[in-house]
């Protein structure tokens, strides 16, 4: 990590500490308390339209957003049931999505959910404008990950991908509120729990 | 440099040579953290510090207090009074505000989308909430109705506003950061005031939200709020349940009939055996409430009767320790909190274990002293965690290898009066959980030092690990000293075996069973396989019935503090075993150990409407560990 971000950081003992070489790269924007601890890493992924962004900057800065971690592989049989109820969630927020509220699913499986797979999964689940599909280096997603803390106390579980985390995080930037919803829950809870910020 | 920048400086750079060269005594006194008549002190008490570093201590996400997190190490112990919480006063109904578009204080809401009481933009907002209750528009069910449940009027009104501001957390902290802390208070207050109420009152409580609509300044929570009295037998729309919305610039009226459980079975105001005492209250707003309470939603309340009288002159009832001014009965709301380097308020907003904090505080301080008079106290104490367990003792004297802790009589669990008094050398006490305990310092010479510490041993936030603590490895949370004055003392003492309230009887036959079986899988919480969805249809009673319930953990390492609303439950078994005197009591809060299954006994009395059961880790109840169960 760069020492200007060491210094950024209100807890010195992460740099020190954190054995992942990144590529979180400094933001270009004002940043929500969050995002200046370190929660939101401005990570370079890439879009399922094969767009570049960072994540902090361009995908979580000002919004109001939803996001979760998934692979397209997904053998537990959860990120299907989690897709489609934000899909569904998608079409009772109507306009509001890709106007102030915004919808991200990240791969945990960057290295086969590549930019054409994740753009055929977008098609076979009728993904509308509003939510993006992303993937990128497999240390950014990881860093993301764990900073977001989508993990495991027991390593083994942490690092099993036929069994991970099923919520989802929501947020507003702009307004520092940030909470998480079971994605197993329902299409109009998961639409309510953004509503309500 | 600033003098901040140099203690910043050298946070981190304890920090970063804890990390490094791991943990020797000889390594600590080194640096300078341990003692050493500097003032500061070990920042990371009562930690297994070897615990934390071997699982690893760079998760950001749930940073171990002391190891991926310091609090400034300014603040000296022991420096301030404890803070006693301000007496709440009625007011005259006429006082009361309307808001903006709202009305006096009534059996019916009135408000608009804009203001008033937020009951009316809610059920705009959720139209299926007006199933929540017999009445459409969310009515006071014990108000102006028909019934032996309708017609408690309110003889007491109060008002009270939450707001935010700045607050004074300790004076060298405050010094530290050039400024207090922001943080959200009812009237001002952290915690808020504290409520004496008693059966056969009915009272009126209008909170007002004037918290700022817009971006949470601290940096977490939520400024839609609504406010537990946790245990109160409440009807469903003054319960402050998760899905009963406060909006910022509405108000909510809460409206408390003041009767006993079973009304209806016993009639009058009910079954005085089922009478509550030490109550709190808190926020409880669905995915936000361990925000909300950590920023500062939350308040104590005592409540009274003939027995549990509450009498200055301690002459009547129980004679328990009270006084002019309620001096000797005393809330005492403790939990830990934690700060970043530069003294700004942390919460761990992607933690799904739970918050640990490196600074104890008890009733808004950090570290308090307590100056006690030569007689009986009534200290009522209460866990506000967030996550963490206590294991609590009264040592009297410093820390050494063998210390004295003095055996404490405990009058009551979770608010309720036992059947007899209990003598222990210490009690566990999980999040949300409340001891009422009785102390005698007369037996004390004057300039005698105790400390309320807690020896239970906690590395993250799912739970205890079970140990205790060593003795100098104790967390000392508040520090008492006996002065020389020894006033009059009417008070009667307690001893072990005192008989206090009867428990009432539970020859009412059990309608059904039910298992509730807390489960974690791909990292959300489930009940009974389900997860937790704000439009569900709950678990329907019916109105009187009686049920065995099954609490049981499924599995992992966390400890759960389950607690149901509304009614008190009794413990049949815990893990098999019949339980202690000290839990054969009446208790709302359940402490679920890992792979522990509980049978209770519970009754569902009275009043129609939705309740929740949840985990009080607050951070669990955040994270969908809930259920809703409806009295029809």
New interface residues.
């Given amino acids: 990590m760069q020492r200007r971000d060491f210094l950024g950081l209100?807890?010195?003992?992460?740099a020190?500490?954190?054995?992942l070489r990144a590529a979180s790269l400094p933001s270009g924007k004002p940043q929500?308390?969050?995002a200046r601890?370190?929660?939101l890493p401005n990570i370079p992924l890439v879009t399922h339209e094969g767009e570049r962004v960072h994540f902090y900057d361009d995908l979580i800065h000002g919004k109001t957003v939803m996001f979760n971690f998934f692979l397209v592989a997904c053998s537990?049989g959860?990120c299907p049931v989690g897709i489609r109820n934000m899909r569904k969630a998608q079409d009772i927020l109507g306009e509001r999505m890709g106007r102030d509220i915004f919808f991200y699913s990240i791969t945990l499986q960057p290295r086969t959910d590549t930019v054409p797979v994740l753009r055929e999964y977008v098609k076979s689940f009728d993904i509308r404008p509003g939510w993006l599909f992303l993937t990128g280096g497999a240390e950014d997603i990881e860093l993301l990950r764990?900073?977001?803390?989508?993990?495991?106390?027991d390593p083994e579980i942490d690092q099993d991908l036929t069994?991970?985390?099923?919520?989802a995080?929501f947020g507003s930037d702009?307004?520092?509120?940030?909470?998480?919803?079971?994605?197993?829950?329902?299409p109009?809870?998961l639409a309510?729990?953004v509503m309500?910020? | 440099m600033k003098q901040s920048d140099r203690i910043i400086k050298r946070?981190?750079?304890i920090?970063?040579e804890l990390?490094?060269e791991g943990l020797t005594r000889r390594n600590l006194l080194r640096l300078g953290v341990l003692g050493a008549g500097s003032g500061m002190l070990l920042p990371i008490q009562g930690l297994s510090m070897r615990a934390a570093f071997a699982?690893g201590?760079?998760?950001?996400?749930?940073?171990v207090p002391g190891?991926?997190?310091i609090s400034p190490q300014v603040c000296v112990p022991w420096k301030h009074e404890l803070r006693r919480l301000v007496e709440k006063q009625p007011i005259d109904v006429d006082k009361i505000s309307w808001g903006n578009g709202g009305g006096a204080p009534g059996p019916d809401p009135i408000g608009t989308l804009t203001g008033g009481d937020s009951k009316v933009r809610l059920l705009k907002?959720?139209s299926h909430l007006k199933n929540a209750t017999p009445y459409e528009n969310l009515s006071h069910q014990g108000w102006g109705k028909g019934g032996a449940l309708g017609g408690f009027a309110p003889k007491k009104y109060y008002e009270m506003r939450m707001v935010q501001g700045k607050w004074n957390w300790h004076d060298d902290l405050t010094h530290f950061r050039g400024d207090g802390n922001l943080a959200w208070a009812f009237d001002g207050v952290f915690p808020g005031p504290m409520f004496r109420v008693r059966y056969g009152e009915p009272y009126f409580v209008r909170i007002h939200n004037d918290l700022p609509p817009?971006?949470?300044?601290?940096?977490?929570?939520?400024p839609?709020i609504s406010t537990h009295l946790h245990n109160m037998h409440s009807p469903s729309e003054s319960d402050g349940g998760p899905l009963y919305?406060n909006y910022p610039g509405h108000y909510w009226d809460y409206h408390y009939p003041m009767v006993y459980a079973g009304v209806n079975q016993y009639g009058g105001i009910g079954d005085p055996r089922e009478a509550l005492g030490t109550l709190f209250y808190h926020d409880h707003k669905?995915?936000?409430t361990s925000?909300n309470v950590y920023a500062g939603v939350l308040g104590m309340c005592s409540v009274y009767d003939d027995l549990d009288s509450g009498d200055p002159t301690e002459s009547t009832g129980l004679r328990l320790p009270c006084g002019e001014d309620f001096e000797y009965d005393v809330g005492l709301a403790i939990h830990d909190r934690q700060f970043?380097?530069?003294g700004?308020d942390?919460f761990?907003?992607?933690?799904?274990?739970g918050a640990l904090g490196d600074m104890p505080t008890v009733n808004g301080t950090i570290w308090p002293r307590m100056t006690v008079k030569r007689r009986r106290y009534r200290f009522r104490l209460l866990n506000m965690g967030p996550s963490r367990f206590l294991w609590y003792f009264l040592r009297v004297g410093d820390a050494s290898d063998n210390p004295t802790y003095l055996p404490l009589d405990i009058i009551a669990n979770d608010g309720n009066l036992l059947p007899r008094a209990v003598r222990v050398q210490s009690m566990k006490s999980a999040v949300a959980e409340r001891f009422d305990v009785v102390v005698d310092f007369s037996q004390f010479a004057p300039g005698t030092e105790l400390y309320l510490v807690n020896r239970a041993e906690q590395t993250?936030g799912?739970g205890p690990t079970g140990a205790l603590l060593p003795h100098r490895q104790a967390i000392e949370m508040m520090k008492i000293v006996v002065s020389d004055e020894m006033p009059a003392d009417n008070s009667l003492p307690v001893y072990p075996g005192r008989p206090l309230r009867a428990l009432p009887d539970t020859s009412q036959a059990i309608s059904r069973t039910k298992l509730w079986r807390w489960d974690r899988?791909?990292?959300?919480?489930a009940v009974n396989g389900e997860?937790?969805?704000?439009?569900?249809k709950p678990y329907e009673i019916p109105e009187g019935t009686a049920e065995k319930w099954t609490i049981m953990n499924g599995g992992g390492?966390w400890s759960h503090p389950v607690h149901i609303h509304y009614e008190e439950h009794r413990q049949l078994t815990y893990n098999g075993q019949r339980p202690t005197p000290l839990e054969a009591s009446r208790k709302d809060v359940i402490r679920l150990d890992p792979n522990a299954e509980v049978n209770i006994y519970m009754r569902f009395r009275d009043y129609k409407g939705i309740y929740p059961m949840h985990c009080h880790n607050v951070l669990h109840e955040?994270?969908?560990m809930m259920a809703m169960w409806k009295i029809v």
């Fill in positions: 209100g807890l010195g003992a992460l020190a500490s954190t054995p929500s308390r969050l601890r370190g929660y537990d959860v764990r900073r977001q803390g989508f993990t495991d106390p069994n991970h985390v099923a919520m995080r702009y307004l520092e509120r940030w909470s998480s919803v079971a994605l197993r829950s329902s109009e809870n309510s729990s309500v910020l | 946070t981190i750079d920090q970063r990390t490094r699982k201590s760079d998760e950001l996400s749930c940073p190891v991926g997190i907002d959720f817009g971006p949470s300044q601290l940096g977490f929570g939520n839609i919305y669905l995915d936000f925000q970043d380097p530069e700004t942390f761990p907003l992607t933690c799904f274990d993250n799912r899988a791909n990292g959300e919480w997860i937790f969805d704000r439009f569900s390492s955040d994270h969908a």
